[in-house]
């Protein structure tokens, strides 16, 4: 995955093009300034800067709007606006949208995605960054977090289909006794509450943009109502599977600092600790699934990650928290 700009003709083109037709019925939109394209997901979605009234921001402009994410994704971001709108923890302000037409304008936010920065750090000082982006999920999750009774069974069917379009052999080996550990602590699990919040569902180092003390989070398309140890999991394995060090300890495949930080922000339970949390993070691992042509030592930090997250899965249960 890149976030360099792609000089991507096609995609200008068709972006003009939208914003020629949406600007015929929209006069704020008329004269939107689009500049640099920063991805674009062909036949999905472009994101590009541009200006916006005199604003720098960044547009987001989806070629399916009929299908309802814009206006959900809208709906979403004006939800946590009042939340997230001062201090250090923030998401990107809601400028306009045109959600009919696909189109959504954010506060083009400064500073650096949160794992480009830690990979410029020492190990040592990503631990610093544990702490504000759990705070960040806390505070994002805070007012819509709700007990629910747990239910496993479709988060193992997810993680057993995603598994079995997993093209290496190696890895998917140990998937399958990944697999098999997630049906084991399943029963634990299982019909008594659990938490869950509205939640990022994206949420990953490079969804939070770092500018000093600043962090914003983005992306916010996948937000849904979850079990809250979901987005964890996912912020942690994320860095886990690229065998980023930051503390230089682990505890079920990922740093055992950022456990710690997520576990003590959340005032996770025992049982949380023991076996929940356990449960996504091997959810999590499966559930992003290798591809080819990703780079080799990619694979090779997976594997390793498997391997580190299994021997501890099995050591994992009720009453034995390994962190
Ligand atoms: N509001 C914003 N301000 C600054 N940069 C942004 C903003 N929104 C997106 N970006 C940049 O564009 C990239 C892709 O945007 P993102 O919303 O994460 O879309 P995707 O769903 O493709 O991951 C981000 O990684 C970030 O670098
Ligand atoms: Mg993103």
Do not use: C
């Not at 980023?244 to 049982?271: H, M, N, P, W």
Request: net charge neutral; glycine share 8%; proline share 7%.
């Amino acid at each position: 995955m890149t976030d360099a700009p792609i000089p991507n003709f096609d995609a200008l083109m068709e972006i003009a093009e939208r914003l020629h037709v949406v600007g015929q019925q929209d006069p704020r939109l008329a004269a939107a300034e689009p500049g640099d394209l920063i991805r674009n997901v062909a036949g999905k979605r472009a994101i590009f800067e541009g200006v916006f009234e005199g604003r720098d921001v960044v547009f987001r402009l989806n070629y399916r709007p009929e299908e309802g994410a814009p206006a959900r994704e809208w709906a979403e971001i004006e939800r946590l606006w009042p939340y997230m709108a001062e201090g250090d923890l923030r998401i990107a302000e809601p400028v306009y949208a045109n959600t009919g037409a696909g189109v959504i304008v954010l506060e083009r936010v400064p500073g650096t995605p949160m794992l480009t920065l830690m990979r410029r750090l020492e190990a040592a000082e990503r631990v610093a960054f544990f702490a504000p982006a759990a705070r960040w999920l806390r505070q994002s999750t805070a007012m819509t977090d709700a007990p629910r009774v747990a239910g496993t069974a479709g988060w193992v069917r997810r993680a057993r289909a995603a598994s079995e379009k997993q093209p290496f052999p190696a890895l998917r080996a140990l998937e399958v006794q990944i697999l098999e550990q997630m049906e084991r602590l399943g029963p634990h699990i299982e019909g008594a509450l659990w938490r869950t919040a509205i939640s990022h569902g994206d949420f990953h180092p490079n969804n939070l943009i770092v500018d000093g003390a600043r962090i914003t989070g983005i992306d916010l398309g996948g937000s849904t109502r979850m079990p809250i140890y979901k987005d964890m999991a996912r912020f942690v394995m994320h860095i886990g599977r690229r065998r980023i060090e930051a503390s230089g300890q682990r505890a079920l495949g990922v740093d055992l600092a950022a456990l710690k930080t997520f576990a003590e922000v959340f005032a996770l339970t025992q049982e949380e600790r023991a076996v929940v949390l356990p449960f996504f993070l091997a959810f999590e691992a499966l559930i992003r699934v290798e591809i080819r042509a990703l780079p080799k030592w990619r694979i090779k930090a997976a594997e390793a990650m498997y391997r580190d997250l299994l021997s501890d899965l099995a050591r994992t249960g009720p009453g034995t928290p390994l962190f």
